[in-house]
């Protein structure tokens, strides 16, 4: 296992974070509380440290099963958890979004169902547009000063929110969670650079694609079975996001320096995320502890230039307005 900090958090990690967005579920792609245990154990036995939850994973149960899983070793490792995903229907729940309410009840939830009396790293999970950023981060500061938070985090804000979010933290913000793959290199344009300026640990959860770059699935075939056959629409993972021919040529150059380096398709993928800018951690899924086990192999599997070069050439997405602009006008980068 590698490790490194968080922001000028302090706070040290594995470079490896567990998700447990399925623990405690019941579909076919979720893990029921015993399997959730021993992925904890092997997590722990490869080095692991790090864990990320939210509140809404699976109606709190993935909180409740991960605090169990670390009952009597808590202190030894680093949990994160979020809070501000919507709730219920219409009207709007009175503990949904990032209200001061909804954050004080959410994080006395979490700490409850996790069985701690502190949160390593506290995320804003999401957007509130009704919720002015400073009435949710003075909010987070009654639970920062009570000692409940040790450190702040925001998950798929937009970027100019993002920005205003920095700009008015109560503690310096230390980690950033967007979706980062080899097949969804959207925040690229707006957010890399943004982030390591102001030393934001950036996190990718979804990895893998959910799946789809261990090279399980075949182009055309909808599968049958696994996470992707069981997403909704509103999923990221749909088949309709993955199934397409930039993902496909991807997956092709993902197999091709798998077999260069010894490697399976899955490492090379999270490979190639770990290697990224401002990247510190990436945040992985497992349905067994084979699954987990294959993932963390990518920590040996070592990329060269023209390895790189070749993921690079196959997954780029078209560069975006003003983006353009900027390169060909103003920013140039060297090289
Ligand atoms: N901040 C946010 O908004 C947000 C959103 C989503 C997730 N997350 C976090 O990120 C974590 C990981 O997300 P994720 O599960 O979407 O990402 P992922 O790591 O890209 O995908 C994990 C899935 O890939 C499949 N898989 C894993 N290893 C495999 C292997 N060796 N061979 C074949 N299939 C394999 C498994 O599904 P099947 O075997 O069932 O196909 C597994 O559930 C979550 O648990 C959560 O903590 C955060």
Redesign the pocket.
Known sequence: MKYTTLGSSGIVVSRFCL????FGGTG??EVDAKGAHRIVDAFIDGGGTYF???NV?TDGQAEEILGAALKGRRDAHVVAT?GGAQLGGQPRHPRAGLTRTAVLSSIDDSLRRLGTDYIDIW?L??PDRLTPIEETWAAVDIAVRAGKIRAVGF??LPAWAAAEAVACAPVPVAAA?Y?Y?LVCRDIEDDFLDGLQRHGIALHA???????FL?G?YRPNEKPAE???AGAAESHE?HWSRRDNDRNWATLAATREVAERRGA?P?QVAVAWVLSRPALAAG?????TE???A??LGALSTHLEKADLELLDEASKPPRRYPFRVVDAYFDRRPG
């Open positions: 998700g447990t967005m399925l076919s792609a990320d939850s939210a994973y979020k995320y999970h999401g998950s798929n969670q979706q793959s959860w979804g990895p893998l694609g959910q799946g261990t399980k696994g996470r992707i993972e399976t899955g945040v992985v899924g497992a349905r084979r699954q987990l294959e993932t």
